[in-house]
């Protein structure tokens, strides 16, 4: 099952913004069986973000987009949206609740602007939001869970429980274990793991991180071991054992020197 | 002009790495005076590496990626960038010896996976790696400068003094500023500089971004303004006249209250 992540927003593609959020939706939808298989950074313009969630949504299980649903006049994910699909735009009672008390605790009158947050496409469901005031949205699009969240990271975390439980699979279980060796380069390691990969194959992933010790200039090397499985046990059982070849394997880089 | 950047890695996909390359790299683009259109997060796999260069170079004046240089066998941007493109892979001579000469430092011997990174596409230049091994490479590709970076931070950043070299522009200036003001909401100020934009035109941009101070609760707001131009004096012009007209906008709300 594929997923993919849209963050929009100039400051993103400008560098003003670190692409933190793309991170947190890419471990949640990873952790729950998915391959994350794309991720796109758009501009706060129409086009590029309904051309961004067509793409996406015609080629995915799941797509999750973050960023453009404030009051100003450059939040404009949730029309870009509704336009690039056809739907319209109407008013979520709730959401208009929520958001018109939300301001009126706080002595605000209702202007356009915040009306404007409570406008969603029809036939979408509002996910509310507990931190701030723009609510997200979920919908289903010919099979495609489409969720679009907002841009401030403490918003949008409130709303990856809502997430988790729309997209939460059977029968996938997901296993991931790290071992740190030391005084080995990435390129003597590499064609013993390439032969492991070889040989596990598919529900198997090996990945090695490089980094040296600022105080002791040794080298360090994260090898990450991901298993995917149909049972918990088994996802274990494969990196227990991925576990012990690879320990196998540094002992006898180590003894050849 | 147009700039795209991409980043390659499942490493970035499942969110174990949060993509401050990009960042870094975008402000370079942005303050160079390209308009950074597109970010693309790809996985390490030949089809989507390829699709994602073939794409972006088709729409941008310069595409820089990071990712995918190093010795192991998921390592495939420069493969997949040449497959894609029809280019031959060639044993770069300087390449080579740098990468040698560091192995040799470090009492490595030159096998397969380290010789595989001094392999560039025919007609590239590299870049020379300062601080690790694996060297960049710069390509014009019918008027598109592609420039492939490492993705390791530290080697990525010491390479982006030759990027901002080759793309620098004559006659495009600059200027940036924030003003941060208190006690005023996004929505509430929105319509203000909705028409400040309107007025100004494409040579500037406004953009708000909310924050609440955690200790007094007071909700601040950034307003950045961004101009750009052809003379350095006219862009500080036009930044000095928006803020003396934010100021006065923001004065007028504090006393309708």
Redesign the interface.
């Known amino acids: 099952l594929r997923a993919a ?1 849209i ?1 929009i927003g ?11 959020n ?9 952790f729950s069986g998915y391959e ?8 706060d313009r129409e086009e ?1 973000i309904g051309q961004a969630f067509r793409e996406m949504c015609s080629k995915s299980d799941v797509v999750v987009s973050t960023g453009g649903l ?5 939040d404009i994910t949730v029309e870009s949206f509704a336009a690039e699909f056809g739907f319209q735009l109407v008013l979520n009672k709730e959401a208009y609740e929520d958001i018109k008390n939300r301001s009126t605790a ?1 002595g ?1 009158p209702m ?4 009306e404007k947050m409570a406008y969603v496409p029809k036939g979408a469901k509002i996910i509310r939001n507990t931190v701030g ?1 723009a609510p997200g949205i979920y919908m289903n699009i010919g099979g495609c869970k489409v969720f679009i969240l907002p841009g ?1 990271p403490s918003e949008m975390r409130a709303m990856l429980d809502f997430v988790g439980r729309k997209i939460r699979l059977e029968n996938s279980f997901y296993k991931e274990e790290s071992i740190i060796v030391t005084g080995i ?4 390691i ?2 013993y ?2 032969d492991l ?1 070889k040989k596990y194959g598919d529900e198997v ?1 090996i ?4 980094s040296v010790s600022p105080l002791s200039g040794e080298s360090h090397l994260e090898i ?1 071991i991901s298993a995917h499985s149909d049972k918990p046990e088994k996802a274990e059982e494969i990196i227990s054992r991925l576990k012990e070849e690879i320990m196998r394997i540094s002992e006898s880089i180590h003894k050849l020197k």
């Open positions: 992540i963050t100039n400051e993103i593609l400008k560098g003003k913004t670190i692409n933190s793309a991170a947190e939706i890419g471990r949640l939808l990873y994350v298989w794309r991720g796109l950074m758009v501009p590029d404030g009051p100003t006049f450059d706080k605000l202007t356009k602007e915040r005031t401030v380069y990435e390129a003597t590499a064609p793991i390439s990969m992933y990945k090695t991180h490089p990450e």
